[in-house]
T-cell receptor
């Protein structure tokens, strides 16, 4: 595809419900990142994949957050037993590397509201 | 402790003026620096990247980097109302073969008034 796509674009969940957010990176991009952006803040790193390997998950806020990328392309971020503080925009980015320089391209995000 | 700092604004400039956006960072090992523009309700869009000290110009945009002072800035010449957005400074401390993430500042909201 032409860019990073994410689905759903909006998700309303009741507190305690599990949610799954999907990211389709740009074809051929081996690196994929998830970020969380709270209202009025900059994005904050959650986790990073290189192909199917999750190389860094230091940003995941709790063990309720889980991410996977089993075939090295599409990634899913799962949040179990959602809490109100999980309400945020979840951004996925895939990275192009060239000559030691990088560019991260962001998807449109999934806006999660936990009631 | 926030590693990338920006003034949250809003920064208000008249149409046609130069807008100056500033960012400081704490990690001296940082190697890559980016400015993203984010319109309300939209995702960040890369507008400039800079990797070495000095200035880099692209159209109406100029990024400036001073690694000794740990400072990066973005100048927007001939500001237009369509430039009104939040500008995010992002820093990456990539090591060889590492996949380090971007660390973002909180963003500066720019308002260009007609």
């Amino acid at each position: 595809g032409a860019g990073v796509s994410q689905s759903p674009r909006y998700k309303v969940a009741k507190r305690g419900q599990d949610v799954a957010l999907r990211c389709d990176p740009i074809s051929g991009h081996v690196s994929l990142f998830w970020y969380q952006q709270a209202l009025g803040q900059g994005p904050e790193f959650l986790t990073y994949f290189q192909n199917e390997a999750q190389l860094d998950k230091s940003g995941l806020p709790s063990d309720r957050f889980f991410a996977e990328r089993p075939e090295g392309s599409v990634s899913t971020l799962k949040i179990q037993r959602t809490q109100q503080e999980d309400s945020a925009v979840y951004l996925c980015a895939s990275r192009q590397m060239w000559g030691g320089r990088e560019t991260q391209y962001f998807g449109p995000g999934t806006r999660l509201l936990v009631l | 402790q926030k590693e990338v700092e920006q003034n949250s604004g809003p920064l208000s400039v008249p149409e046609g003026a130069i807008a100056s956006l500033n960012c400081t960072y704490s990690d001296r090992g940082s190697q890559s620096f980016f400015w993203y523009r984010q319109y309300s309700g939209k995702s960040p869009e890369l507008i400039m990247s800079i990797y070495s000290n000095g200035d880099k110009e692209d159209g109406r945009f100029t990024a400036q980097l001073n690694k000794a002072s740990q400072y990066v800035s973005l100048l927007i010449r001939d500001s237009q109302p369509s430039d009104s957005a939040t500008y995010l400074c992002a820093v990456n401390s990539m090591n060889n073969n590492a996949g380090n993430m971007l660390t973002f500042g909180g963003g500066t909201r720019l308002m260009v008034k007609p």
